[in-house]
């Protein structure tokens, strides 16, 4: 079983729509949770990072953490087709080395 | 300026070559990756230096070697090639060893095996 899961996807919505991407893991060390956005034949881009447990806000990217489930999320509101692209969730328990997940491939159709 | 750089983009060459790869970073940092993403998009790290040590080595191929001449290179080099060696492989740097939350990627290159 992997340490990291995601909805496999992929996923379509209209311009506008609320998207919601998740992930879940396993192992109870990670702290660190990040989501990162690849855009075709480009390298990830860090989006957000959380720490622990909680939600964070940015524009219109929001990340939740939710330990006790062990699940995350990134809500993307009022979505764009700009905003379509493969986002990867990834984890780390600190200083070494990270986890990925499989990556969810979103289209936002104008 | 480009900060993190990789060449060649692409990389098509026959089984049982050698190949390298080389990538650059300006923005300073001390800690570089090497990562492999397949066709499903799966990125696994395989090689971590922090100001030229190798600090991560996952399971991968003896191969694969990487080399550090200086904190703001990082090459790979690929022994024996193999058709399962077909991905794209992505540099990235770090200030803080292991920090994925300030973690910049390159552009890719993607190597194709025949």
């Known amino acids: 079983q992997k340490e990291v899961e995601q909805d496999p996807g992929p996923l379509s919505v209209p311009e506008g729509a609320i998207v919601s991407l998740n992930c879940t893991y396993s192992n109870s060390a990670f702290q660190y949770f990040m989501w990162y956005r690849q855009y075709s034949r480009k390298g990830p881009e860090l989006l957000m990072y959380t720490y622990s447990s909680g939600n964070k806000e940015d524009g219109r990217f929001t990340a939740q953490v939710d330990k006790s489930s062990k699940y995350i999320s990134l809500f993307i509101r009022d979505s764009q087709p700009s905003d379509s692209a493969t986002y990867l969730c990834?984890?780390?328990?600190?200083?070494?080395?990270?986890?990925f997940g499989d990556g969810t491939t979103l289209t936002v159709k104008p | 300026d480009t900060a993190v750089s990789q060449t060649p983009k692409y990389l098509v060459t026959q089984m049982g070559n050698d190949k390298s790869i080389k990538c650059e970073q300006n923005l300073g940092h001390d800690t570089m990756y090497w990562y492999k993403q397949d066709s499903k998009k799966f990125l696994k790290i395989m090689f971590s230096y922090n100001n030229k040590e190798l600090i991560i080595n996952e399971t991968v191929p003896n191969r694969f070697s990487p080399k550090s001449p200086d904190k703001a290179h990082l090459n790979l080099h690929i022994n024996s090639l193999e058709l399962g060696d077909s991905a794209v492989y992505f540099c990235?740097?770090?200030?803080?060893?292991?920090?994925?939350?300030?973690?910049?990627f390159g552009p890719g290159t993607r190597l194709t095996v025949t």
């Open positions: 990235a740097s770090s200030q803080v060893p292991g920090s994925l939350y300030e973690q910049y």
């Open positions: 990834a984890m780390s328990a600190g200083a070494g080395k990270s986890t």
